[in-house]
């Protein structure tokens, strides 16, 4: 009988025998391959906890001990063992659970997080609250896929170090990261510092040699540095050990037995420990661990076939609650995700920028491409393998890749930073103070700009246009088409200051290549024609306002549609020109609406009313994603159709505004009837 549906919670992982435990473990696994296979998502980092995650929730008490994870994406095998299990085929799906930690799903997830490097300073601080308080409860951080490296988790290292906190550190090392020495006296070592003779009589020791009058202090420091020295010689983490934390390691990550062994050890030291755990990612699904960087996050599924005749799919057997579970041969043989056929799509806006990046590289040897620790995302990794000197990647530090950027700017470079728009936030003060500041020509390419879908509310790339916009120096742009977005970058390596390029997940058009050429900054392109309505769009949602203005016009009305292009500087010009005579203005962005692009065209309106007393009359609504909410995780079609970003959606939004001005009816124009 299978175990993993019988779980009513962690506690009854108690009750387990080891044989259970490992039994378990095959189930987890099975169960995230088959959601995943349907899903999408991230498969590798999860695979790999299995048995970690197992193991800390059969010592700790969650809810009542905290676990924190450092990415959230490794939390697959802590949702199903913590309630989750019957809604597990619902990931990242609309209306069902999240891809990552979500307080709102469960007690036992701690903090909704997507964003790697934040899990040491939330951990810190649970434990520092519960120092205050006097509570026992129990504090313990998985840092994974090299989160360790962020600037924000050494910072946090530090701050752990020097106040002696009481704390689990589990150093999840899938490869991504560290890689140190492993041999029998570092085991060897490891075990001594659990032993509690070890750190009592090391204590008691130094506490004896410093009362010696005279030499006491002296002798003490020297043997403290002796005994250092002889440790750090001997085994790896010299650098925790540095700042005040105890080094475990090297632990083998799917032997269940020693995790349980070394962890509760480990939860009875006093201060800070940092047990380090050698897992492999994608363990157990051998393309995962064969294809580690495809597997890492699916957004398509990665086992995903096309269906046979009788409905059913190859290689994925029903179980009885319905899940799709893999069979023997689909476990151990399945191809790897790059080579399962699938429909073909159109090249993705990623795909086309760094194509005309290479492009202009081959030409510009000051073309210099950065990120922070996401190449395959990015698509720079396609630039790295044209041009290995001139790729940085500086890990989980987005900070550091903007201000470095600044600098390769002021030595004559050109550089373009390449990052996720939910990523650059954190990179805003950088972007400021640096970049902008400055003035120096840096191409910040916004990546996933717009809805992202299925990761949720930490991932959706809605806030950066406003963030952006009050910025001096900087301009801001996004194309309505894959053509257009060549163009774009052709137009912000040949000026001279702050260009931040917004530009979605999505596929393109499958619009045939055409040779880009520069667009003058801060002008827009008029589309199309009309007396009533006016659009004005910015971003690939163009392409739905043009199908939103044939709706209306099938209702008789008359829409004029704008690319702007530019939401700094505005081609404000080009937008009073067709505003004037207007019934109403409506703005598009996919963008949170408060101070964004819309909010730019309605104060360029506002200012022009009081010179043109015509322009009165004209009302301005302004769509975009509404203000005062996160955006859940689901597909994005399914997204936009809730917030009626779609064309649909897009033309009733207006025909209720119509309606609101009592303006329900389209007029008829001269010479078409009475």
Not at 162 to 189: A, C, F, H, K, W
Not at 425 to 452: E, K, M, S
């Amino acid at each position: 009988m299978p175990i993993l549906p019988t779980l009513r919670g962690p506690a009854d992982l108690r009750d387990l025998t080891e044989l259970e435990l490992k039994e378990l473990a095959a189930e987890i696994r099975e169960t995230i391959i088959a959601t995943v296979a349907t899903t999408g998502g991230h498969l590798g980092s999860s695979l790999g906890v299995v048995e970690l995650t197992i193991a800390l929730h059969r010592l700790l008490e969650s809810p009542r001990d905290r676990i924190v994870w450092d990415t959230g994406h490794q939390a697959y095998p802590h949702k199903l063992l913590t309630g989750r299990y019957e809604r597990f085929r619902t990931l990242r799906q609309l209306g069902g659970i999240g891809g990552f930690p979500r307080r709102s799903e469960s007690e036992h997830d701690v903090f909704d997080g997507g964003h790697a490097g934040t899990g040491l300073s939330i951990g810190q601080g649970l434990a520092t609250a519960r120092d205050l308080r006097g509570s026992g409860e129990r504090i313990a951080v998985v840092v994974g896929d090299a989160a360790i490296t962020s600037g924000l988790s050494l910072e946090a290292l530090n701050d752990i170090g020097q106040r002696r906190t009481q704390l689990l550190i589990v150093l999840n090392d899938n490869e991504m990261s560290i890689s140190p020495t492993v041999g029998g006296l570092s085991t060897y070592l490891s075990q001594i510092k659990l032993s509690g003779a070890w750190q009592s009589s090391k204590t008691a020791y130094d506490e004896l040699v410093g009362r010696i009058p005279g030499i006491g202090p002296t002798v003490r420091e020297l043997s403290q540095r002796l005994r250092a020295s002889v440790v750090n010689f001997a085994q790896a983490g010299r650098l925790f050990e540095d700042l005040g934390i105890t080094y475990i390691g090297l632990l083998p990550g799917h032997d269940l037995k020693a995790l349980l062994s070394t962890f509760q050890s480990a939860l009875e030291l006093k201060g800070p420990v940092i047990v380090h755990v050698r897992t492999q990612k994608g363990h157990g699904y051998r393309p995962a661990e064969t294809d580690q960087i495809a597997f890492h996050g699916a957004a398509l599924p990665p086992m995903a076939v096309p269906p046979s005749t009788n409905g059913s799919e190859p290689g994925i057997a029903q179980n009885p609650n319905g899940h799709g579970m893999p069979t023997e041969s689909m476990a151990d043989d399945a191809a790897p995700a790059s080579a399962i056929a699938r429909p073909p799509k159109n090249p993705n806006y990623t795909a086309v920028f760094v194509g005309e990046l290479i492009d202009r590289a081959k030409a510009d040897r000051r073309i210099v491409a950065i990120t922070a620790g996401m190449p395959t995302g990015t698509g720079l990794s396609k630039f790295q393998a044209a041009f290995p000197a001139r790729f940085i990647d500086v890990g989980i530090a987005e900070q550091h890749s903007v201000a470095l950027a600044t600098g390769l700017a002021m030595g004559g470079m050109r550089p373009v930073v390449a990052l996720y728009s939910t990523f650059l936030q954190r990179a805003f003060d950088q972007t400021v103070h640096d970049v902008c500041q400055n003035d120096q020509p840096v191409l910040i390419a916004v990546d996933r700009a717009g809805l992202v879908g299925e990761d949720g509310t930490s991932h959706q790339g809605m806030f950066m246009i406003p963030a952006q916009r009050q910025l001096p120096n900087l301009i801001v742009a996004s194309p309505k088409d894959e053509q257009e977005l060549r163009s774009l970058v052709v137009t912000a390596l040949g000026q001279e200051h702050p260009f931040a390029l917004h530009y979605p997940r999505d596929p393109g058009f499958g619009l045939p290549p055409v040779e880009p050429a520069s667009i003058p900054v801060g002008t827009g392109e008029l589309l199309r024609e009309g007396r009533d309505i006016l659009f004005v769009g910015f971003g690939p949602i163009v392409a739905r306002a043009l199908d939103a203005a044939d709706l209306l016009a099938a209702d008789g009305w008359s829409v004029a549609v704008i690319n702007a292009r530019f939401a700094k500087p505005l081609d404000r010009e080009l937008i009073l020109e067709h505003t004037r005579g207007k019934r109403l203005v409506v703005t598009f962005e996919e963008s949170v609406s408060t101070g964004g692009f819309g909010s730019g065209v309605l104060e360029a309106i506002e200012e022009a009313r009081l010179l043109e007393p015509t322009l009165r009359d004209v009302a301005v609504q302004i769509v975009g994603i509404p203000a005062g909410a996160f955006v859940d995780h689901g597909s994005v079609a399914d997204l936009r159709q809730v917030l009626r970003l779609d064309a649909i959606g897009l033309a009733g939004q207006v025909r209720e505004t119509l309606q609101a001005l009592g303006a329900e009816a389209a007029p008829v124009a001269v010479g078409q009837g009475s």
